[in-house]
């Protein structure tokens, strides 16, 4: 997954035909094995309750997506994911299908356009996050991300092995392998900073003894040193689960603390009156504005409001247009047309989860850091 073909997806609406959005949690614990196919075609009856109004040929075609994403999850059961996300419509040749290696909400939508802020939420929870394993003479290099953990490269240094005869052949030999450890580390340091321009690389994480990482991130380049967040206890021999779950372990830590700073400083900066502002109808103002830097949006958080035909601006505003006098339209959900807004408009958004919630409920769920006051 790429951000490229999520914007094409959040962008992607279609007045004529039908799109089909799945999200839906697999482990057995979850939902039980016996039981996820009766969860699926509950889903499938709850979203199909509105085909009354749609016209023959939509009908037919999601009947058709829905047949193929029903095979979709048979096959991923049998594969053991942890869940799936699919999006799907045949009329526009349209078949997105993901593995995100943390489980999801299960919900099923069928509409004009695909269901995609939950997808936004989970790429901005989990970005792109590579874990090297280093030893004296090989280096393995995992990357995660919402298509799951894969071992990317696996690299060995000509390093020879340990010389006891003793004397100054003995010395002679420690300097040659303590120099071919080091050409070892600095090429898989050259290796890690290539692959943060081709690749995107986001969140670095290390794993190996005390004294050589140590000696590693020496090697880092500056951008790298800035993108190293933990270092984790495993062995060269573990295996892309153990990565993974290590990996997801770090990554859940560090969201959690990152949206509680978050919070405190939109809460400092709101009060102030300075660089911050909280409530829907501020958050929106300073959108049209052009101020927003960060969008701070608890999960859940849905509301209705407006938007206007003329300038497209969003509020939750009655009557007229408070830009451009037009007459405004009702939306459904002006908190995910804004999410949508952000995303393609490259703003940073953080969707807060857990136990940070309470603290952005109490300033009516959402939030803003701005760039400048107006």
């Not at 092995?161 to 340091?189: C, N």
Request: hydrophobic content about 40%.
């Amino acid at each position: 997954m790429d951000r490229e073909r999520l914007k094409y997806l959040v962008s992607l609406h279609s007045e004529k035909h039908l799109l089909v959005s799945l999200y839906l949690p697999l482990e057995k614990g979850e939902l039980g094995e016996a039981k996820l196919p009766i969860r699926l075609k509950n889903l499938i009856n709850e979203a199909l309750e509105a085909k009354e109004s749609w016209t023959p040929e939509q009908i037919h075609s999601v009947e058709e997506d829905l047949a193929r994403i029903e095979r979709l999850v048979a096959e991923e059961r049998v594969l053991g994911s942890k869940s799936i996300v699919a999006f799907a419509s045949s009329p526009l040749g349209l078949w997105e299908v993901f593995r995100p290696p943390v489980r999801v909400e299960k919900s099923l939508a069928i509409d004009h356009a695909p269901r995609v802020v939950p997808f936004i939420a989970l790429a901005g929870q989990l970005e792109r996050y590579c874990t090297v394993l280093i030893d004296k003479s090989r280096t393995r290099i995992f990357f995660l991300d919402l298509g799951g953990v894969e071992e990317r490269y696996d690299i060995y240094g000509a390093v020879p092995g340990r010389h006891d005869q003793g004397g100054w052949a003995q010395a002679r030999y420690q300097r040659h392998h303590d120099d071919r450890v080091m050409h070892h580390l600095k090429h898989t340091a050259d290796e890690l900073l290539r692959l943060r321009h081709e690749e995107g690389l986001q969140r670095l994480l290390v794993a190996g003894t005390e004294e050589l990482v140590s000696q590693f991130t020496d090697y880092l380049h500056p951008y790298l040193k800035k993108c190293l967040v933990a270092t984790l206890p495993l062995e060269m021999a573990a295996s892309p689960k153990e990565v993974q779950e290590q990996a997801l372990a770090v990554a859940e830590d560090l969201n959690e603390r990152e949206e509680a700073d978050l919070i405190q400083k939109l809460k400092g900066e709101a009060l102030s009156g300075n660089l911050g502002v909280i409530g829907l109808e501020d958050t929106l103002h300073t959108w049209q504005a052009g101020q927003v830097l960060t969008l701070l949006i608890n999960e859940d958080f849905h509301a209705p409001g407006r938007h206007c035909s003329r300038c497209g601006s969003l509020t939750v505003r009655e009557g007229s247009c408070p830009y451009c006098g037009q007459r405004l339209e009702p939306l459904r959900d002006v908190v995910e047309e804004l999410i949508k807004r952000a995303f393609l408009g490259n703003t940073e958004i953080k969707f807060i989860a857990g136990e940070n919630k309470e603290a952005l409920a109490e300033m009516g769920n959402i939030g803003a850091l701005l760039r400048f006051t107006a």
